[in-house]
């Protein structure tokens, strides 16, 4: 009779946030891993119990790895969901040195899979990286797009997945519950109240959105199944995931906003040419730089292939957005 496996050592980075959150809660609920929980702050962890006997918290910076060497070179599977933003230097040490110096702590030996977080905001309909990343991106967008070009490159890449979600939502508009609540979902509420304004206006656009659970369902799918070389074609050694759900467009995702908040919707509208979004960008005070400029003549955000959880075989928590906005507890009325 052959000795039982061990169970999996996964190391999660960015335990902490939204999505990390519900990828702990996850494994710990539906697998018997070992979770190695990367956070700065173990108070702001609130889906999983801290004292668990199979969670073992790594409290500390991503840029400094050093206390966690043996914890990293442990792990036998990595979901690297850690990011910054906001600061160019801090961004390059987090989202391109410190993804370098964790993958050179760990064991190839050990090592068998690295499920790592970029946007799919990089990347253009067919999953290539859209050049304007790195001519017009913010910090965050060309650190990413850096990275993922270096991780191509790297001695572990057919062991790496790279995931790009697209809008995340999370948690509740109240903050309650035990999960974080995403940007996005924070935003929704104050969305609502500009709803008198957004149902008179029309927008040829259209995006992905996915909820932090749906991220989770297909994360904990990747790092408990045997890993294999990158099945997709066109690709190269790391395979590309967009995550979301099939697109929506700006137009119908107000008026079923409308029909959530009980808001009467008018039959016809204001189209948003340029001329018009200067103008609403002057009257509202509004900062825009030269990504947001990018983005407002892209319009369209949508790739081919996405991969939802039921691409996997799974169930979606959240595939309509009248489900993101019950989840959220979004009120029906202000």
């Known amino acids: 009779m052959s000795p039982q496996a061990s169970p999996a050592r996964i190391l999660i980075t960015g335990a902490s946030g939204c999505v990390g959150q519900h990828i702990a809660e996850q494994l710990l609920r539906e697998t018997d891993a070992q979770l190695l929980l990367w956070l700065r702050d173990p108070a702001k962890l609130t889906a999983v119990p801290a004292d ?10 991503l840029r400094d790895p050093e206390p966690h060497r043996a914890a990293i070179a442990s792990a ?14 801090r961004a390059q040490q987090v989202n391109v040195v410190a993804v370098k110096q964790m993958l ?17 905001s ?12 790195m001519a017009y991106g913010t910090e965050y967008i060309q650190t990413k797009a850096q990275c993922l070009g270096e991780l191509e490159q790297h001695p572990l890449a057919k062991r790496i997945v790279a995931v ?24 929704l509420k104050e969305g609502a109240r500009w709803l008198w304004l957004a149902k008179w206006l029309r927008a040829d656009a ?27 074609v066109g690709q190269g050694a790391v395979r590309r995931l967009v995550l979301g759900q099939p697109a ?9 906003l409308c029909r959530w908040r009980r808001s009467w919707l008018p039959p016809v509208g204001v189209d948003l040419q340029g001329w018009l979004i200067e103008g609403l960008i002057k009257l509202l005070r509004i900062e825009v730089n030269a990504w947001d400029r ?35 507890g979004l009120p029906h009325r202000g």
């Not at 990595?78 to 600061?87: C, E, L, V, Y």
């Not at 992905?208 to 890993?227: E, G, K, N, Q, W």
């Not at 996405?306 to 309509?320: D, K, N, Q, Y």
Request: hydrophobic share 40%.
């Open 104 to 120: 050179a702590a760990t064991d190839p030996a050990v090592l068998e899979q690295v499920v790592y977080f970029s946007t799919a």
């Open 206 to 232: 259209s995006f992905h959105f996915i909820h932090a659970a749906d991220i989770a369902r297909v994360c904990v799918h990747l790092a408990t199944s045997p890993h294999q070389a990158n099945p997709e």
């Open 52 to 61: 668990h006997p199979r969670i073992t918290l790594l409290v500390g910076d």
């Open 294 to 328: 990018f983005s407002i003549r892209q319009r369209h955000f949508v790739h081919d292939p996405i991969s939802p959880p039921e691409r996997f075989g799974l169930v979606s928590h959240a595939p309509t957005l009248e489900a993101v906005f019950e989840d959220a």
């Open 122 to 133: 990089i990347l253009n309909r067919d999953l290539e990286l859209l050049p304007e990343a």
């Open 248 to 256: 929506v467009t700006v137009n119908d995702t107000v008026k079923r």
């Open 164 to 187: 790009f979600p697209t809008l995340v939502f999370g948690g509740r508009v109240d903050r309650g519950g035990p999960f974080p609540t995403s940007y996005l979902t924070e935003g």
């Open 76 to 89: 036998t599977r990595i979901i690297h969901t850690a990011t910054a933003w906001g600061d160019p230097e």
